[in-house]
């Protein structure tokens, strides 16, 4: 392999990882975060932390719904897991508002308003869209991002000549320069596989909208046909004429059921509730020992409750949804979570050693010849990386601080934790470029105790302190975020202190 393209494999290594390095680190860090979104929610959420229950009966749960659900032109509910113990209700007051509320299946009484979007709400899409959805931004910014990636991974493979020899080396008491390569070394090489095919399956989830020709081309721009035949979407329009009762909802659950040989329901749909056309949809749970996430569905006439339609996906869609089943890991396999999580924290190391060999490289010569382009680099590592880190930190502590009915500017509670988010993370940037090196410390330091207090809060708030929640099993996802918390705030507190000590406090102090 000759010189000149290993230079330039290394040259488009550098700048991708620079330029999309950011975005990348936000991606990462919130799809690890995601990997245990549920139990996430169950730790924001202290009313949903209940045991572990089947929902008996979807009919007596209607009867306890609100009237204005079944004014609703559709409402749906979405069945318990073990990881997710209540049933949420979601109905839609018009078309610019939808509301859920959670339900506890044992009793079917609604919960009391969660106040919160959650890491199901909040993180979770943060992953793939960055929450800007005009125009599919985010879609398209975390696309780009997931293009970088790969070529980050197959040039990274090509520069690194003894990629072999690298993951067994790690000079942990060398100079900052080689110990920063190392560690970028081993998690690379360490993570490879899972990067490149995570990364390569969440593109592919998205083909409809990267590489639209992939349906456009044999549906002839068809798009109501495409999404009918691959998903089993069914629909018929309202008549605007009263409808008969409904029927039994639990009958059409057990008719899904028996077809799909003890498949358990993920969610039942009904569309123009009251109307003579209305008609209830029944989709099977993907929250099982497969990977494939499947798009089994039944439809009945709400009515009579006769089948309409009925969907079993096709060859190829089956290959699709098991990269999908793949990338998002739904399917109950604990030890195949944490490895997931694992190798998520590992690619978020790799990208922020990737930010800090391209600083401490480049850090002297450009002291010396009056460049600002590592004290530009280093505010953007600094708030891409600590900075994100402590935000998300600051979502979850303004989450228990706050109380139920908290409310500011026309702002609801959920929405103050998200602008408590955005604020932190955006400060961050500021904090970084105008202190330096010496950010980094800072905002360790600020990691370390927004995870304490977090842990403190919600003891104090919920009453689920962390001796109790490891007590009861109902509450182990709880003493589980706990823990994490505070380890996350130990490494932080440490590598401050590390920070301290290699760099002394004059330099830490001073912006360069």
Request: charged fraction near 20%; charge should be neutral.
């Given at each position: 392999?000759?010189?000149?393209?290993?230079?330039?494999?290394?040259?488009?290594?550098?700048?991708?990882?620079?330029?999309?390095?950011?975005?990348?680190?936000?991606?990462?860090?919130m799809g690890t975060l995601s990997v245990f979104d549920r139990e996430i929610d169950r730790w924001m959420m202290p009313a949903t932390r209940l045991a572990p229950a089947s929902l008996e009966s979807v009919d007596r749960l209607v009867r306890e719904l609100p009237p204005e659900v079944g004014a609703s032109p559709q409402?749906?509910?979405?069945?318990?897991?073990?990881?997710?113990?209540?049933?949420?209700?979601?109905?839609?007051?018009?078309?610019?508002?939808?509301?859920?509320?959670?339900?506890?299946?044992?009793?079917?009484?609604?919960?009391?308003?969660?106040?919160?979007?959650?890491?199901?709400?909040?993180?979770?899409?943060?992953?793939?869209?960055?929450?800007?959805?005009?125009w599919s931004l985010g879609l398209w910014i975390v696309g780009l991002a997931g293009m970088a990636m790969l070529a980050l991974c197959v040039s990274g493979v090509i520069i690194h000549r003894k990629i072999f020899a690298d993951f067994f080396t790690f000079r942990a008491r060398n100079k900052p320069r080689r110990l920063i390569l190392d560690l970028h070394n081993v998690t690379g090489v360490l993570g490879l596989p899972f990067h490149f095919a995570i990364t390569l399956s969440g593109l592919m989830i998205f083909f409809t909208v990267?590489?639209?020709?992939?349906?456009?081309?044999?549906?002839?721009?068809?798009?109501?046909?495409?999404?009918?035949?691959?998903?089993?979407?069914?629909?018929?329009p309202r008549l605007n004429r009263p409808g008969v009762p409904m029927a039994s909802l639990d009958a059409m659950v057990e008719q899904a059921l028996r077809e799909w040989g003890g498949g358990t329901p993920q969610l039942l749909r009904v569309f123009h509730p009251g109307?003579?056309?209305?008609?209830?949809?029944?989709?099977?749970?993907?929250?099982?020992?497969?990977?494939?996430?499947?798009?089994?569905?039944?439809?009945?006439?709400?009515?009579?409750?006769?089948?309409?339609?009925?969907?079993?996906?096709?060859?190829?869609m089956n290959a699709h949804r098991f990269i999908t089943g793949f990338h998002f890991i739904q399917f109950d396999h604990w030890l195949l979570r944490w490895l997931y999580f694992a190798l998520g924290l590992t690619g978020c190391v790799l990208i922020a050693t990737g930010f800090l060999f391209w600083l401490e490289s480049r850090r002297k010569r450009h002291a010396q010849l009056g460049l600002a382009g590592v004290r530009v680099v280093e505010g953007l590592a600094v708030g891409s990386v600590s900075g994100i880190v402590a935000a998300t930190f600051t979502f979850f502590v303004v989450n228990r601080l706050l109380p139920p009915a908290a409310a500011a500017g026309g702002l609801e509670r959920a929405d103050l934790e998200v602008c408590a988010f955005y604020l932190v993370w955006l400060g961050s940037f500021v904090h970084a470029w105008s202190r330096s090196r010496a950010a980094w410390r800072e905002q360790c330091i600020a990691i370390a105790l927004l995870g304490v207090a977090a842990v403190v809060l919600n003891g104090v708030t919920s009453g689920d302190a962390l001796w109790r929640a490891l007590s009861e099993t109902r509450l182990w996802p709880v003493a589980g975020m706990d823990v994490a918390l505070l380890l996350a705030a130990l490494v932080a507190g440490l590598t401050a202190i590390a920070l301290w000590t290699k760099l002394g406090p004059e330099r830490a102090r001073s912006p360069e």
């Open positions: 392999m000759g010189k000149d393209f290993r230079d330039s494999m290394q040259w488009l290594h550098t700048w991708a990882g620079l330029c999309l390095g950011t975005v990348l680190f936000a991606v990462f860090w409402w749906l509910v979405l069945f318990p897991s073990e990881r997710e113990p209540v049933a949420r209700i979601g109905y839609r007051k018009d078309r610019a508002s939808f509301v859920s509320r959670h339900a506890d299946p044992a009793t079917s009484m609604l919960l009391p308003e969660a106040g919160t979007l959650g890491a199901s709400g909040f993180l979770y899409p943060f992953h793939y869209n960055l929450h800007l959805k005009a990267y590489f639209p020709i992939t349906w456009e081309m044999p549906y002839r721009g068809d798009r109501q046909a495409f999404v009918q035949e691959s998903y089993g979407i069914y629909g018929r109307d003579a056309n209305a008609y209830v949809e029944v989709r099977r749970s993907f929250v099982d020992d497969r990977v494939t996430m499947p798009v089994d569905a039944l439809y009945f006439d709400a009515g009579t409750g006769a089948v309409l339609s009925r969907h079993s996906a096709q060859p190829v």
